[in-house]
C-alpha cells in the first residue's frame, strides 16, 4: 500500500512538472566571472545611451560569450528594449540567467551576478545574440580618437632620413668613382705585363694595343 502511495505521488509530481509549469530544482553549472567582458562592450558603447546602450551591451557581451552558450532574454515591455532584456544574458542548456548591468537604462553599471531569487530562466526565453558587426545602425561603435602627430619630431626624423640618403648618396659616387680608377690602372699593369712578357721571356715582338 505505502509503495502504491510512492509510486502515485511520483507519478503527480511529474505531472505537475511537465503539465503545470512547476519548476524543477536546478544545480546552478560553474560559470566564471566575465565582468571583464561586459566592462569592454560599456567601453566600446560609452557614446550611446539608455536602453540603446544598455541593449548594445548586452548583445555584445552575450556574442563575445556564444561559445559557452550565452544568450540575450527575450522581454518586452519595461527595462527591455528591441524585445531583449535591458540587463539580463541567459545560458542554455541550463538556463542560468546573470544580471550584468546596474542601472542598465542609466548609467550602466558593468557587474557580473545570479539574478534573483532562482539564478534561473525559463529556456524558452532564449535568444541568439546578434554579430555587433552587422547592426552598426542600432549599435555604432565609439570612435576613438587619432592623437595628434608631433610634427617637429617628424621633421626632424625626416631632416635624419634625407642626411642620412645624402650621405650614401656621396659614398655611392665615390665608390664608382674609385671602381673606375682601379679598373683604368688594372688595363695599365696588364698592358705593361704583356710588353714584358712576350718580349723578355719569349724573344717576340708585341703588338701594342691602346687601352
Not at 19 to 38: M, S
Not at 67 to 95: Q, V, W
Request: with cysteine; glycine share 6%; proline share 6%.
Amino acid at each position: 500500500m505505502r509503495f502504491a502511495k510512492a509510486v502515485l505521488l511520483s507519478y503527480i509530481l511529474i505531472l505537475g512538472i511537465y503539465h503545470f509549469g512547476i519548476e524543477r530544482v536546478e544545480t546552478a553549472t560553474v560559470i566564471p566571472d566575465h565582468k571583464n567582458v561586459v566592462v569592454n562592450a560599456r567601453a566600446i558603447y560609452k557614446a550611446l545611451a539608455g536602453r540603446n546602450r544598455a541593449y548594445c551591451i548586452v548583445n555584445k557581451t552575450a556574442w563575445d560569450l556564444r561559445n559557452e552558450g550565452a544568450g540575450t532574454f527575450f522581454k518586452t515591455g519595461e527595462s527591455s528594449y528591441l524585445d531583449r532584456s535591458s540587463d539580463i544574458i541567459i545560458y542554455k542548456p541550463n538556463r542560468e540567467t546573470f544580471d550584468i548591468l546596474g542601472d542598465a537604462e542609466g548609467v550602466a553599471t558593468p557587474q557580473w551576478g545570479r539574478t534573483s531569487p532562482s539564478g534561473f530562466g525559463p529556456i524558452a526565453n532564449w535568444r541568439e545574440s546578434v554579430d555587433p558587426t552587422t547592426i552598426l545602425g542600432v549599435c555604432p561603435v565609439a570612435i576613438v580618437p587619432v592623437p595628434p602627430v608631433n610634427c617637429d619630431a617628424c621633421k626632424a626624423q625626416v631632416l635624419e632620413l634625407t642626411t642620412e640618403n645624402k650621405r650614401l648618396h656621396d659614398e655611392n659616387v665615390k665608390l664608382r668613382t674609385d671602381l673606375q680608377t682601379l679598373t683604368l690602372k688594372y688595363h695599365e699593369l696588364e698592358q705593361k705585363y704583356n710588353n714584358v712578357s712576350c718580349r723578355g721571356f719569349l724573344g717576340l715582338p708585341c703588338t701594342v694595343v691602346k687601352p
